[in-house]
């Protein structure tokens, strides 16, 4: 199957899922990274305002934020197929705005993220990224929505957090049971998980 097919595929599968079953499958997600050992170590989360096909990620970074942790969230760069992080320091959804595609960003005037100077502040292994994706194969592999701005932003994070010695970042795709698959179609630049959630 192609990257095109299994898009189409799992775009029909997401619009078909029960939204009560949706919240409760998020929420268990949500408590799991919460909970989670690596979550507890980590002072920095670069987390996702969720589309409504997407794990509702609210509570982790409400709870970050609660813990005094980083927590940074994307914005598309106009005209490109890049993003760049911005810190949040309060309620997600009062510092969010909707672009065009109806995607909610960091609002004007919050600190973009400057990734040299943060990593002399904070070590790889203290990063959790949470990473969205409209499939996920059981070995790992990501499919993202086909713009390449996670693989891009990934890549570049890792390579920075290697060059100053550091532990490497943690790499957390989220999804729903129903967008596990046995193996996404990949290419040399699509950049893998640590874990699927």
């Known amino acids: 199957m192609t990257k095109a097919e299994l898009r189409k595929e799992m775009k029909s599968i997401l619009a078909d899922l029960d939204p009560v079953g949706k919240s409760f499958e998020s929420m268990s997600k949500c408590m799991a990274v919460i909970q989670s050992e690596i979550f507890s170590k980590v002072k920095c989360v670069f987390g996702f305002m969720p589309m409504k096909d997407e794990v509702d990620v609210l509570p982790i970074l409400r709870t970050a934020l609660q813990q005094d942790k980083k927590v940074l969230i994307p914005k598309i760069i106009d005209g490109t197929n890049e993003m760049e992080f911005y810190f949040l320091t309060d309620e997600p959804n009062r510092q969010t705005e909707s672009n065009r595609w109806g995607i909610a960003e960091p609002k004007a005037g919050l600190e973009r993220l400057v990734m040299e100077e943060f ?16 499939a996920f194969g059981k070995d790992n592999s990501r499919l993202g929505r086909g713009k390449g701005f996670y693989d891009r932003f990934l890549s570049e994070l890792k390579k920075k957090t290697a060059a100053q010695g550091n532990v490497k970042p943690w790499i957390c795709g989220i999804c729903y049971g129903a967008q596990i698959v046995e ?11 640590d874990v699927v959630l």
């Open 183 to 193: 193996s996404v179609p990949t290419e040399e630049n699509d950049v893998k998980m």
């Open 119 to 134: 990593l002399t502040k904070v070590k790889g292994n203290e990063i959790l990224v949470l990473v969205p994706g409209l």
